[in-house]
């Protein structure tokens, strides 16, 4: 049974980077059936979609996070990662990795990030 | 960008109930539509693809329906655990993949 796992500090200073992993176990990112994405969502808020990575590298990003998002798979530790630039108190949310072979199918269960000094 | 407009934002029904949650896009999208329920503490859970599409395990009393601007999930016979928030999302013509704005589903 697929499971997706996301790691990284629960805390980010403003203006340094946010860095996550996510861990995925049975089954594989170096598969051509699926993209693989993150979701992040604001306390109380909804659903807003970072980007996404495919198993070659390629990755796309949301128009409004571009400028500061990088996300990019590992293929032999079957884990992508996301990393966010230039955080400010905005980008506290909950970070959600999931599978994508067209909607989001599996989801890990989160990890809070809170940007405070 | 294609605009994901859903509707309502909250929504109070009984167990037994019958209730209709609906999405609609600014341009047409085929049938590229897919619903999510999310309970609190949880990550949301797919429960319908392609419009109409029910995921495994999800039950008979979930369905999806809609083409091209609009689109609805409706839950047939509310059961306590069917009380949660609900989001369309837009998968076709990525990126951005969107997200409706949620419905909330209370018990009245």
């Known amino acids: 049974q697929l499971q997706l796992q996301e790691s990284g500090p629960g805390l980010v200073k403003p203006s340094e980077t946010l860095s996550l992993t996510c861990n995925v176990s049975g089954g594989s990112v170096n598969s051509k059936s699926y993209y693989w994405g993150w979701i992040r969502q604001t306390p109380g808020k909804g659903l807003e979609w970072i980007g996404s990575v495919y198993y070659s590298g390629s990755a796309y990003y949301s128009p409004s996070l571009q400028s500061r998002v990088t996300i990019s798979v590992d293929t032999s530790k079957n884990q992508f990662f996301l990393t966010l630039d230039s955080v400010t108190a905005a980008d506290t949310a909950v970070y959600y990795c999931a599978r994508q072979p067209n909607a989001l199918d599996s989801w890990g269960q989160g990890t809070l990030v809170t940007v405070s000094s | ?108």
Not at chain 2, 15 to 28: A, E, L, M, Y
Not at chain 2, 42 to 63: A, C
Not at chain 2, 94 to 105: D, W
């Open chain 2, 1 to 108: 960008a294609i605009q994901l407009t859903q509707s309502p934002s909250s929504l109070s029904a009984s167990v037994g109930d019958r209730v209709t949650i609906t999405c609609r896009t600014s341009q047409g999208v085929s049938s590229a539509l897919a619903w999510y329920q999310q309970k609190p503490g949880e990550p949301p859970k797919l429960l319908i693809s392609y419009s109409s599409r029910l995921e495994g395990g999800v039950p008979s009393r979930f369905s999806g329906s809609g083409s091209g601007t609009d689109f609805t999930l409706t839950i047939s016979g509310l059961q306590p655990e069917d009380f949660a928030t609900y989001y369309c999302q837009l998968f076709n013509n990525y990126p951005p993949i969107t997200f409706g704005q949620g419905t909330r589903l209370e018990i009245k």
